[in-house]
């Protein structure tokens, strides 16, 4: 085929117009155009490998400025969709025609392992994980893996550290929280196993599973998701599974049914047999006496034939102890602790971790007292390796709630042991965002806690009757809605010594119908009727409690934390736990004590300008909490009053937020950023109303001032407005 266009007159005035052309920028140009257009047009592997050899492969063999732009802008600094990407290595890396449509290796390997090397040198580097947006990172893996794919175990034996890059590589990106990142090293490393040994491939991701491997991570899919969709999708559905509570607590009382003796399990049968499932069924009483005369009938057949029997019928009795004592019901928090210390003892802290949180949440006045202890020892128990197998997860959603019950019911105690085992040596990583992820769970259930108060209803002291009513009816009065009353008859008696009535009453906030008729003194039943249940936010109380101690100490290196640079996952949780924090003190006055000194540590270099953009996206977050949280009256007040602290810490948020919404590469961290702006200047705007309607309000009431203060003019800091 090759011989044969080269002796084709038009292929030869294309190798010529192609050869003519000496500016590289409009031979970039052209190649570009050029693969879209065939992309547009659904070429096959084929043809545009053939469109491509006509017009590139003498200048690609002959200029190095054209072989460079293949093989290294191509490949690492554009972005094409992923069929174009396949062409570029089927042309410039493999150099030879595709066999059915499939990317096949030349040959000559030795520009193989040369490209290998040269992506993987730049893939293996901590800063290009850190610093490139996620499209251009998913197109460099994507590049390696098609390449990898077609190495053999012997080339990559003899390979220069490409090994090494390649495990550097993954390693990187593994300890990533983002999930598209993980999966990127998933993937190289599947394929990397596939090469090593075929018959036993690596599989680091569940979804990961199969021959074929997705190199396209849903970015040119039909849907077009976005990165920052895609990724803000992700974490927040790890938060929601990991602090999601829907699995359903054993009753306490569980394990102790499981040594009755049989005579009571024969016992429960026989009563169970009669459930009464209407109030009104009338129940034969010949029936239960004739089932009770039958038992007696059965119990003494039984005894004659156990006094006839012969003694050498008797069975030995079984001796053996199968631990039923032992595995008693758990009702002091005492003993819950006990269970939990027992490492050795897997059922006992199966059973202490399945009452722990009814327990907690009864409040007990022991609680007070062993509050402390029994949050070092949730802490510090571990659910994984005494659990089941396939049931680890279940057990950490156990001990959560658990731990969240405690800083709900007794804030301060269960407080001061989390902080200080949040900072401790004695623990490790997943320990400490686990502390996190519970602090923030407590902080949003404390500002969301419902309360329930009495209705206080006016009723007439002596109730009238009305004189189309009969006496015997019941009291007309209810809600708004409700229908009149209506005799039911009742069905299956003969003697009827009271008559029912029935009417229909409309719905309460929260209340679905199940029926048509509603029987009189119908209830909700989340509430008793006699009640009402509205929110009330408890948490601003313990805030400085839940926020001060957590960002006391934040910036020290210490034996096994090192939130700066190692636990960067750590710190991002920790601010985003702040930023819930200031978010449940909205428009409360904590928000206004607390606002300055976690702006304060917001602006340290370390923290804004940090390396992973997971720790950008939690700074943002809390910068756009404090937004949110401080009421305009007071940023309107700290104005007046030269209140410079809160002034720099507002303007810092928006010129920062500037910055990075101009300058960051990370996709979510821009969008982050406009938000940030947007509400920066809501609040702006609010707090000039307040300043503009203070003023007016002085100018009405014409109140005296002196001339020196008339005069006086005030000016917003790092602005052009003056009042």
Same mark, same amino acid.
């Given at each position: 085929m090759a011989d044969l266009l080269e002796s084709d007159a038009g292929s030869q005035f294309w190798l010529k117009i192609m050869g003519a052309i000496k500016d590289p920028y409009a031979v970039e140009r052209i190649s570009e155009q050029l693969l879209h257009q065939l992309s547009i047009g659904h070429a096959?592997?084929?043809?545009?490998?053939?469109?491509?050899?006509?017009?590139?492969?003498?200048?690609?063999?002959?200029?190095?400025?054209?072989?460079?732009?293949?093989?290294?802008?191509?490949?690492?600094?554009?972005?094409?969709p992923f069929c174009c990407l396949r062409w570029i290595i089927q042309f410039a890396v493999f150099e030879c025609p595709p066999v059915s449509n499939s990317l096949t290796k030349g040959c000559e390997t030795r520009g193989l392992l040369d490209t290998m090397q040269h992506l993987m040198a730049v893939w293996s580097r901590r800063e290009f994980v850190q610093s490139t947006p996620m499209e251009q990172q998913a197109y460099v893996t994507a590049a390696i893996g098609l390449c990898m794919e077609r190495i053999s175990k012997e080339e990559l034996?003899?390979?220069?550290?490409?090994?090494?890059?390649?495990?550097?590589?993954?390693?990187?990106?593994?300890?990533?929280?983002?999930?598209?990142?993980?999966?990127?090293?998933?993937?190289?490393?599947?394929?990397?196993?596939?090469?090593?040994?075929?018959?036993?491939? %690596?599989?680091?991701?569940d979804n990961c599973s199969g021959e074929t491997i997705d190199w396209e991570f849903g970015f040119t899919k039909p849907d077009k998701d976005t990165p920052s969709n895609r990724n803000h999708t992700e974490k927040h559905t790890d938060e929601t599974k990991r602090l999601s509570t829907s699995q359903t607590e054993k009753d306490l009382d569980y394990s102790t049914n499981q040594g009755r003796g049989k005579s009571e399990k024969a016992e429960s049968k026989k009563l169970s047999q009669f459930k009464l499932l209407d109030p009104d069924e009338i129940i034969d009483l010949a029936t239960l006496n004739y089932g009770s005369a039958s038992d007696e009938d059965e119990d003494?057949?039984?005894?004659?034939?156990?006094?006839?029997?012969?003694?050498?019928? %008797?069975?030995?009795? $079984?001796?053996?102890?199968?631990?039923?004592?032992?595995?008693?019901?758990?009702?002091?928090?005492?003993?819950?602790?006990?269970a939990l210390r027992k490492s050795d003892d897997a059922d006992g802290v199966e059973r202490a971790l399945d009452v722990a949180e009814k327990l907690v949440r009864a409040s007990p006045d022991e609680l007070?007292?062993?509050?402390? $202890?029994?949050?070092?020892?949730?802490?510090?128990?571990?659910?994984?390796?005494?659990?089941?197998?396939?049931?680890?997860?279940?057990?950490?959603?156990?001990?959560?709630?658990?731990?969240?019950?405690?800083?709900?019911?007794?804030?301060?105690?269960?407080?001061?042991?989390?902080?200080?085992?949040?900072?401790?040596?004695?623990?490790?990583?997943?320990?400490?965002?686990?502390?996190?992820?519970?602090?923030?769970?407590?902080?949003?259930?404390?500002?969301?806690?419902?309360?329930?108060?009495?209705?206080?209803?006016?009723?007439?002291?002596?109730?009238?009757?009305?004189?189309?009513?009969?006496?015997?009816?019941?009291?007309?009065?209810?809600?708004?809605?409700?229908?009149?009353?209506?005799?039911?008859?009742?069905?299956?008696?003969?003697?009827?010594?009271?008559n029912r009535y029935e009417r229909e009453l409309p719905l309460k906030p929260g209340q679905i119908r199940k029926g048509k008729i509603r029987r009189w003194s119908v209830r909700s039943a989340n509430a008793p009727e006699n009640q009402s249940g509205w929110t009330q936010n408890k948490f601003p109380v313990y805030s400085a409690?839940?926020?001060?101690?957590?960002?006391?100490?934040?910036?020290?290196?210490?034996?096994?934390? $090192?939130?700066?640079?190692?636990?960067?996952?750590?710190?991002?949780?920790?601010?985003?736990m702040l930023g819930v924090c200031m978010r449940c003190v909205s428009m409360h006055p904590e928000a206004s004590a607390l606002a300055?000194?976690?702006?304060? @540590?917001?602006?340290?270099?370390?923290?804004?300008?940090?390396?992973?953009?997971?720790?950008?996206?939690?700074?943002?977050?809390?910068?756009?909490?404090?937004?949110v949280s401080l009421n305009p009256s007071f940023v309107a007040s700290t104005l007046t009053e030269g209140n410079?602290?809160?002034?720099?810490?507002?303007?810092?948020?928006?010129?920062?937020?500037? $910055?990075?919404?101009?300058?960051?590469?990370?996709?979510?961290?821009?969008? @982050?950023?406009?938000?940030?702006?947007?509400?920066?200047?809501?609040?702006?705007?609010?707090?000039?109303?307040?300043?503009?309607?203070?003023?007016?309000?002085?100018?009405?009431?014409?109140?005296?001032?002196?001339?020196?203060?008339?005069?006086?003019?005030?000016?917003?800091?790092?602005?052009?407005?003056?009042?």
């Open positions: 096959t592997d084929t043809e545009a490998y053939w469109i491509l050899w006509i017009l590139f492969n003498r200048i690609f063999n002959n200029q190095p400025a054209v072989r460079s732009l293949f093989l290294d802008k191509f490949l690492l600094w554009k972005i094409f034996d003899n390979s220069k550290d490409l090994m090494h890059s390649i495990l550097q590589g993954v390693s990187f990106r593994l300890e990533s929280p983002t999930y598209l990142i993980r999966k990127m090293a998933s993937n190289i490393a599947l394929v990397f196993s596939q090469v090593i040994d075929p018959k036993n491939p %690596l599989y680091l991701d003494e057949a039984a005894s004659e034939n156990s006094d006839s029997s012969s003694d050498s019928s %008797l069975q030995p009795y $079984d001796l053996t102890d199968d631990d039923t004592d032992l595995k008693r019901k758990l009702t002091q928090l005492v003993d819950v602790v006990g007070t007292h062993i509050a402390g $202890d029994l949050v070092r020892t949730l802490v510090q128990v571990r659910c994984s390796d005494l659990a089941v197998e396939g049931e680890e997860e279940t057990s950490e959603e156990k001990r959560q709630r658990a731990l969240v019950a405690l800083l709900v019911s007794c804030p301060f105690q269960s407080l001061e042991s989390l902080n200080k085992l949040l900072y401790s040596p004695n623990v490790d990583t997943s320990q400490r965002i686990m502390i996190l992820d519970v602090m923030t769970e407590a902080a949003q259930e404390l500002a969301d806690s419902k309360i329930m108060k009495p209705k206080h209803q006016s009723r007439a002291l002596i109730s009238t009757i009305s004189e189309s009513q009969a006496w015997f009816l019941p009291s007309s009065m209810g809600p708004l809605g409700a229908g009149f009353w209506k005799e039911v008859s009742e069905t299956g008696t003969l003697l009827n010594y009271s409690a839940f926020m001060l101690p957590a960002m006391e100490g934040f910036d020290k290196k210490r034996h096994g934390v $090192d939130l700066l640079g190692r636990d960067f996952i750590v710190l991002g949780k920790l601010i985003y300055p000194s976690l702006l304060d @540590m917001l602006r340290s270099r370390e923290i804004c300008h940090h390396k992973e953009a997971y720790v950008r996206r939690a700074v943002l977050f809390a910068a756009s909490s404090v937004l410079l602290e809160v002034s720099k810490g507002l303007e810092w948020v928006r010129t920062w937020a500037l $910055d990075v919404a101009e300058s960051d590469t990370d996709r979510e961290c821009y969008t @982050m950023a406009v938000s940030c702006l947007r509400m920066h200047a809501e609040m702006a705007l609010q707090a000039s109303r307040v300043l503009e309607s203070a003023e007016s309000t002085l100018k009405q009431k014409s109140i005296g001032v002196s001339s020196n203060l008339s005069m006086a003019k005030i000016k917003i800091p790092f602005s052009n407005v003056e009042y």
